[in-house]
């Protein structure tokens, strides 16, 4: 999944060298790269990136570029042809995973305490309250959580 | 519930928090963490009139560089810069995002700790320390009525942050009296500005007024927004505005305290206020004798005395990267920083941000830019392959038409600059301070000789060490671009050598740190008694205008009290006694005449 996502995201990643444009069967080789590293066999890789692809899209937050634009909807996949030839049926990421990623970056911000405040008044560091081994060199901040 | 674990001690010295636990359990430093208890207990709210013109605001947005060049990220060029901004642009909005979640939630507080000077620093990124957009945002959580001398002090804050606008002179520069009498003067323009801001009208109705935003653009909108409602509501107006009172020039007041000096003590406001409330005078010295009105302070004496100096060593050149005779600002850092033990290098690191910042505000002016590296082309002559001539060792060879042309880069200009200004110190701008830096540098090296490690306790009891070690690294093979192999160096602790150069060069630094950061502490805890309202950005103090008469007098008295005994003394002892009886110490620094209550007299002190 998370091959998934660079792949999809990048630019660079998954595009033919020559006209550098993203095609079908390139990125079913970086990912089939990834998921089988020491593979020799070129053509078993791309097949195997080729099935990750196909599981990949069973979730919501993946998509091929031919669900999302009609444009290349036409096309015919390479799976279809089983052939080597350059698809711009890439893989692409769907607007839900955008939302996902927003909504755990604002989690992540508004709950790191290296980030943000605190919104109740932090404890105060009193060795004879707490006992110094207690809390010497750490004491911890509690926060809630966005929903709480 | 999420929790997090967060060192006392930023930066995890692990001998350092030994130390620290040693003392804690002696009971040595209670009153450096209640004053740190004191700093942190402080609430407040975001400023919302503040936060709603900066999102109204809304500047053009940037486009996204584009992806294929991020290799050229690393390199400094159009490409970086683009990135730079964009990024820069990006965090930003994230900043007002966090800002306006916070708003939501009303009351918030800054959890702080300790770094291993034991000055105060604040943990999370959003904090008052930062720039002008962030620092703008903040109001304390519970106002305390203004009153009418509360109300002057709000009004010489309100000059005080008007410095980038472009219809007056800079306040700053003028006395606390003369501020006031400033606002004043444009009490109409300024109330227009306040009542724009509170209002929620658009940005644009009052960007003439407003300073740019290099400089405190936020602050001053935020500080006008207070004055017009504390006019309208009168004395009862319950302020919540923090006001900044900054220390002229932190490093020096504390090493002419310890030398008891009085001519550099005078320079930055230890020493009885001169006849006719002038702070400092900069016709009556050794120093510099040029006419002009910025000299009022040491920034200003400096920066004069930097563009005597180039003048008299026909050092021309350089002066194309100064904005006239007068250029404090871009000496200010540097000359900060001398005192806190920096070097030429470090020095030029600042001038060259400072002179970027200026090229980046000529390009968007279409003004020629400043250039910091003159590049001569010459020809040389060519014997069996081995170039001959007068840099024939630090040039580069190229040929055009068959001729061989060499390329001599002749030093890099602000380098040059901060060189110039580094000997101007130690010569003639603060000998004495130069001595005493020169003098902890010589106590480093001697420990460093004897192999022990500098070490001495601030006069509230914090344990400062001067612990430079050599990293014990260890090498990890990546995978890098193209499958090729990239080693990275990866340093995984500690080990029991001494870094020599960097335990000599930072000593002056940790020990003016150190000396901040107890001036910081007995504030505090003086703050707290009073039940004054108080944060700190190191050598800086921030109250609300009715607690800021006292807190001028209260950081004079902690000061004065801070350096009744004699903190060169108390390392020069620390040194003694853990070296060796045959090891020859350096004589003790001789001290002047300089009484130590004389700084309660001068309230130019903070500013």
């Not at chain 1, 079913?28 to 990949?56: F, M, Q, S, T, Y």
């Not at chain 1, 042809?81 to 927003?102: H, I, K, Q, Y």
């Not at chain 2, 190229?398 to 101007?424: C, E, Q, S, W």
């Not at chain 2, 205008?545 to 902690?558: E, G, I, K, Y």
Request: aromatic residues 8%; glycine residues 6%.
């Amino acid at each position: 999944m998370a091959i998934g996502q660079t792949v999809a995201a990048s630019d660079r990643l998954g595009a033919d060298r020559e006209t550098g444009n993203k095609t079908y069967r390139d990125t079913a080789e970086v990912i089939g790269n990834n998921l089988v590293p020491h593979c020799r066999d070129r053509k078993l890789r791309i097949e195997v990136g080729d099935w990750a692809i196909e599981r990949l899209r069973t979730l919501p937050i993946f998509s091929l570029q031919s669900d999302l634009t009609p444009m290349a909807a036409g096309l015919s996949r390479w799976q279809q042809t089983n052939g080597f030839d350059a698809n711009p049926d890439t893989l692409a990421l769907t607007a839900e995973l955008g939302d996902v990623l927003g909504d755990f970056m604002v989690e992540q911000i508004i709950n790191k305490p290296l980030l943000s405040p605190m919104f109740e008044p932090p404890i105060s560091l009193d060795a004879s309250q707490q006992g110094w081994r207690a809390w010497l060199f750490h004491f911890t901040m509690f926060r809630p959580s966005p929903q709480d | 519930m999420p929790g997090y674990s967060i060192s006392l001690c930023s930066g995890h010295h692990p001998k350092t928090e030994a130390a620290w636990r040693h003392a804690i359990a002696n009971g040595k430093v209670g009153r450096v963490l209640d004053a740190l208890n004191y700093l942190q207990s402080a609430p407040f709210v975001i400023n919302e009139p503040v936060l709603l013109f900066q999102r109204n605001e809304g500047s053009e947005p940037i486009q996204k560089p584009a992806r294929k060049d991020m290799w050229k990220v690393r390199e400094p060029g159009p490409v970086q810069d683009q990135w730079k901004e964009y990024l820069s642009e990006m965090a930003r909005e994230m900043e007002l995002e966090l800002a306006m979640y916070i708003r939501e939630h009303g009351r918030f507080w800054i959890p702080m700790h300790l770094d291993f000077r034991g000055r105060i620093i604040a943990i999370p990124h959003f904090h008052f320390g930062r720039e002008d957009c962030i620092r703008g945002l903040f109001l304390f959580a519970d106002g305390e009525p203004i009153g009418v001398e509360g109300l002057k002090w709000l009004k010489a804050h309100v000059a005080a942050r008007a410095d980038g606008v472009n219809w007056s002179i800079k306040p700053s520069r003028l006395s606390r009296e003369q501020r006031t009498a400033w606002t004043d003067e444009n009490l109409p323009l300024l109330c227009k500005i306040g009542r724009a801001v509170l209002a929620g009208d658009d940005p644009k109705t009052i960007q003439w007024a407003l300073p740019s935003e290099d400089d405190e653009r936020y602050q001053f909108i935020a500080a006008c927004a207070e004055l017009v409602q504390a006019i309208d509501i009168g004395p009862e107006f319950k302020t919540k505005l923090p006001l900044i009172f900054d220390c002229t020039n932190s490093g020096l007041q504390h090493l002419a305290e310890m030398r008891r000096d009085r001519i550099e003590g005078r320079w930055v406001n230890i020493t009885k206020p001169l006849d006719g409330g002038t702070t400092t005078s900069p016709y009556d010295d050794a120093v510099i004798e040029v006419e002009g009105d910025g000299l009022n302070d040491f920034y200003g004496i400096m920066a004069a005395a930097l563009w005597r100096r180039l003048f008299e060593r026909e050092l021309f050149g350089l002066r194309d990267l100064l904005e006239g005779p007068l250029d404090r600002k871009i000496v200010k850092q540097p000359v900060m920083s001398y005192f806190y033990g920096a070097t030429p290098i470090g020095m030029s690191d600042q001038i060259c941000e400072i002179i970027e910042k200026r090229n980046r505000t000529k390009k968007k002016k279409k003004l020629p830019r400043a250039e910091m590296t003159p590049i001569r082309t010459f020809s040389v002559h060519e014997v069996d392959g081995i170039p001959y001539g007068k840099f024939a060792n630090i040039f580069s060879l190229h040929r055009v038409n068959d001729i061989p042309y060499g390329t001599f880069i002749d030093g890099f200009l602000p380098y040059m600059l901060a060189d110039a200004l580094y000997k101007l110190l130690e010569q003639e701008g603060a000998p004495k301070a130069a001595e005493t830096r020169n003098h902890l540098i010589k106590l480093a090296e001697l420990c460093n000789e004897h192999k022990k490690i500098l070490r001495f306790d601030t006069p509230l009891g914090l344990p400062v060490i001067n612990r430079y070690f050599k990293p014990k690294e260890e090498r990890l093979i990546c995978s890098g671009v193209n499958r090729r192999r990239r080693d990275i160096i990866v340093a995984i602790g500690e080990t029991d050598k001494i870094e020599k150069d960097r335990a000599e060069n930072a000593v002056a630094a940790n020990f003016v740190h150190a000396a901040d950061a107890a001036l910081l502490h007995l504030v505090a805890l003086a703050a707290a008694k009073k039940s004054m309202p108080m944060l700190s950005i190191h050598d800086c103090f921030i109250s609300t205008s009715p607690f800021a008469a006292d807190l001028n007098v209260t950081v004079r008295d902690c000061f004065s009290r801070l350096h009744r005994h004699n903190w060169l003394n108390t390392i020069w002892q620390a040194v003694r006694k853990i070296l060796p009886k045959g090891a020859t110490m350096p004589p003790r620094l001789k001290v002047g005449d300089l009484d130590p209550n004389e700084v309660k007299l001068n309230p130019f002190f903070i500013n």
